[in-house]
């Protein structure tokens, strides 16, 4: 991958990066820091790395990255507060994208991960367990669980309201 | 770890060591009594074993999930399945035949079909990376070629403006510097009753004089400098020894000295025809060509506010052809081709 390729890497990807890591972290300035690490570590690597595959090697190196943050983070335990904005009650908000936002947040780190690179990216599951080093059958079960969990939680919100 | 006791300040040394594998069987136990006892710094199992890891799923679901869904028959305990296997787009045609007639049967799975299917994530376009521009890494500026072609243009002008006389003085420069009654001519073109200096009777050379005025012309402020025993009124010499031919040089010129006399240096290589073409370059007018870069040369004439003119051709006697190029008061000529 040429410089002109990974320039056009970063215009095409960073902010699905961003947005993918910001779903894991729940900060801002958490998901910037791992945006620049998984570039950083791709630039590193972007004469071995061919732009057809950038997508999937910067998607490996976030959620490696994500993983090692969040195995930090709870090891120290220091937790950052999360954002105002994710954490309102899901009794008090009616709206369906912001229910399956918050309905997301209840899922296992590995559930989210799939599940947003299936629904966000497109990813097969195949790709999936490439990137998150799964066996294809883990990631349809980790997809499965994950939609039955998020259909229950609609479901008790629908209940409440 | 020997006989240290776990706890809150060294627990995450056994703990990587257990993850690793490198934790003993006593220390084992001892990690996870003190983590049974501080649950807050037990990590979520699914952040640490992603591999292999046995999900508890029903049988019916797991079974599922192995086999083809084609042999699968839809019912109430499989409903869930199927259902998600929609959304996913993982059924044909014929499954969702039988999914629809299914529903039709069963209307309260409706419902849940409709919860997965809103059960899809939908990114939020509006948050995007601000800062895109500190990611992007600069190519490495290749300079070979840059400097390639600077040393290949370089060699082009120094083929082109190279000097083309024995004595390293170029026709233009003659030219500029010349009275312009003193013309250098080949010996048999010498006109009867001019005043002749011979090539081999004098040694002149030009150069700059460092007190000239940018105003006068550079003409006025050059001598002719003669040795006294050969004055400008030199015998003809009708058989020029061509061995000890030398070239011309002429080291200053008196201006005032040749105002009332017309000088002929007569060159005793008859080819010579860089020499030729001075008398070229001083009457344009004679030369029949045509300007062969006219778009080039009127642009660089804007901006060096000054006129250049690149002409090709055969000059007006058509015994010289090649290329002259004009800029400002200077003009160069390269021969190609003599027409004997």
Same mark, same amino acid.
């Given at each position: 991958?040429?410089?002109?390729e990974?320039?056009?890497?970063?215009?095409?990807f960073s902010?699905n990066?961003?947005?993918?890591?910001?779903?894991?972290l729940k900060?801002?300035?958490?998901?910037?820091?791992?945006?620049q690490?998984?570039?950083?570590?791709?630039?590193?690597?972007?004469?071995?790395?061919?732009?057809?595959?950038v997508?999937s090697y910067?998607f490996?190196?976030?959620?490696?990255?994500?993983i090692d943050?969040?195995?930090?983070?709870k090891r120290?335990?220091?937790?950052p507060?999360?954002?105002?904005s994710?954490?309102?009650?899901?009794?008090?908000?009616?709206?369906?994208?912001?229910?399956?936002?918050?309905?997301?947040?209840?899922?296992?780190?590995?559930?989210?991960t799939?599940?947003?690179?299936?629904?966000?990216e497109g990813?097969?599951?195949?790709?999936?367990?490439?990137?998150?080093?799964?066996?294809?059958?883990?990631?349809?079960?980790?997809?499965?669980?994950?939609?039955?969990?998020?259909?229950?939680y609609?479901?008790?919100?629908?209940?409440?309201? | 770890?020997?006989n240290?006791?776990?706890?809150?300040?060294?627990y995450e040394?056994?703990y990587l060591?257990?993850?690793?594998?490198?934790?003993?069987?006593?220390?084992?136990?001892?990690?996870f009594?003190?983590?049974s006892d501080?649950?807050?710094?037990?990590?979520?199992?699914?952040?640490?074993?992603l591999?292999?890891?046995?999900?508890?799923?029903?049988?019916?679901?797991?079974?599922l999930?192995?086999?083809?869904?084609?042999?699968?028959?839809?019912?109430?305990?499989?409903?869930?399945f199927?259902?998600i296997?929609?959304?996913?787009g993982? *059924?044909?045609?014929? @499954?969702l035949?039988? !999914?629809?007639?299914?529903?039709?049967?069963n /209307?309260?799975? $409706?419902? &849940?079909q409709?919860?997965?299917?809103?059960s899809?994530?939908n990114?939020?376009?509006?948050?995007?990376?601000?800062?895109?521009?500190?990611?992007?890494?600069?190519?490495?500026?290749?300079?070979?070629?840059?400097?390639?072609?600077?040393?290949?243009?370089?060699?082009?002008?120094f083929?082109?403006?190279?000097?083309?006389?024995?004595?390293?003085l170029?026709?233009?420069?003659?030219?500029?510097?010349?009275?312009?009654?003193?013309?250098?001519?080949?010996?048999?073109?010498?006109?009867?009753?001019?005043q002749v200096i011979?090539?081999n009777d004098?040694?002149?050379?030009?150069?700059?004089?460092?007190?000239q005025?940018?105003?006068?012309?550079?003409?006025?402020?050059l001598? *002719?400098?003669?040795? @006294?025993?050969k004055? !400008?009124?030199?015998?003809?010499n009708?058989? /020029?020894?061509? $061995?000890? &031919?030398?070239?011309v040089?002429?080291?200053?010129?008196?201006?005032?000295?040749?105002?009332?006399?017309?000088?002929?240096?007569?060159?005793?290589?008859?080819?010579?025809?860089?020499?030729?073409?001075?008398t070229?370059?001083?009457?344009?007018?004679?030369?029949?060509?045509k300007?062969?870069?006219?778009?080039v040369t009127?642009?660089?004439?804007?901006i060096?506010k000054?006129?250049?003119k690149?002409?090709?051709?055969?000059?007006a006697?058509?015994k010289?052809?090649?290329?002259?190029?004009?800029?400002g008061?200077?003009?160069?000529?390269r021969n190609k081709?003599?027409k004997?």
């Amino acid at each position: 991958m040429t410089a002109k390729e990974y320039n056009s890497a970063v215009d095409d990807f960073s902010d699905n990066i961003f947005r993918f890591a910001l779903k894991h972290l729940k900060n801002e300035m958490s998901a910037k820091d791992i945006v620049q690490e998984t570039f950083a570590k791709v630039w590193v690597k972007h004469e071995d790395v061919s732009f057809e595959k950038v997508k999937s090697y910067l998607f490996t190196t976030a959620y490696n990255a994500i993983i090692d943050f969040v195995k930090k983070e709870k090891r120290s335990y220091d937790m950052p507060a999360e954002d105002a904005s994710m954490s309102t009650q899901p009794e008090t908000n009616f709206d369906v994208k912001e229910i399956i936002n918050e309905a997301l947040e209840t899922l296992p780190e590995i559930q989210k991960t799939v599940v947003l690179l299936r629904d966000y990216e497109g990813y097969s599951y195949e790709e999936i367990g490439k990137i998150c080093k799964l066996k294809e059958a883990q990631v349809k079960v980790y997809i499965f669980r994950a939609r039955q969990a998020l259909k229950g939680y609609l479901k008790n919100i629908e209940l409440i309201v | 770890m020997g006989n240290i006791k776990i706890n809150t300040e060294n627990y995450e040394s056994f703990y990587l060591d257990y993850l690793e594998g490198n934790l003993g069987e006593n220390d084992t136990i001892e990690l996870f009594a003190f983590l049974s006892d501080h649950p807050e710094f037990q990590v979520e199992d699914e952040l640490l074993v992603l591999e292999n890891e046995d999900i508890s799923l029903g049988q019916d679901f797991k079974n599922l999930l192995k086999s083809d869904l084609a042999s699968q028959e839809i019912s109430l305990n499989t409903i869930d399945f199927f259902l998600i296997a929609q959304k996913e787009g993982q *059924l044909n045609d014929q @499954q969702l035949g039988a !999914l629809d007639a299914f529903l039709i049967e069963n /209307p309260q799975f $409706k419902k &849940d079909q409709k919860m997965y299917a809103l059960s899809t994530l939908n990114a939020d376009t509006s948050i995007v990376y601000a800062d895109k521009k500190n990611l992007k890494q600069r190519a490495a500026i290749v300079l070979w070629p840059y400097y390639s072609a600077m040393a290949a243009a370089c060699a082009v002008l120094f083929f082109w403006f190279m000097p083309a006389t024995p004595s390293g003085l170029s026709p233009d420069s003659v030219a500029k510097d010349l009275n312009p009654r003193v013309k250098v001519v080949p010996q048999t073109q010498v006109a009867e009753g001019t005043q002749v200096i011979e090539q081999n009777d004098f040694s002149a050379k030009f150069a700059n004089d460092t007190e000239q005025d940018n105003n006068s012309p550079r003409k006025d402020k050059l001598k *002719l400098e003669i040795p @006294q025993n050969k004055k !400008l009124n030199v015998a003809n010499n009708d058989t /020029p020894n061509h $061995k000890n &031919d030398k070239p011309v040089k002429l080291k200053h010129i008196d201006n005032k000295k040749l105002e009332n006399i017309s000088i002929a240096i007569a060159s005793n290589n008859k080819e010579n025809n860089e020499v030729q073409a001075i008398t070229a370059m001083n009457d344009n007018n004679s030369l029949a060509m045509k300007d062969v870069a006219r778009p080039v040369t009127r642009k660089i004439s804007d901006i060096i506010k000054s006129d250049v003119k690149m002409k090709k051709g055969t000059d007006a006697k058509g015994k010289r052809e090649g290329v002259f190029l004009k800029v400002g008061n200077f003009e160069f000529y390269r021969n190609k081709k003599v027409k004997q």
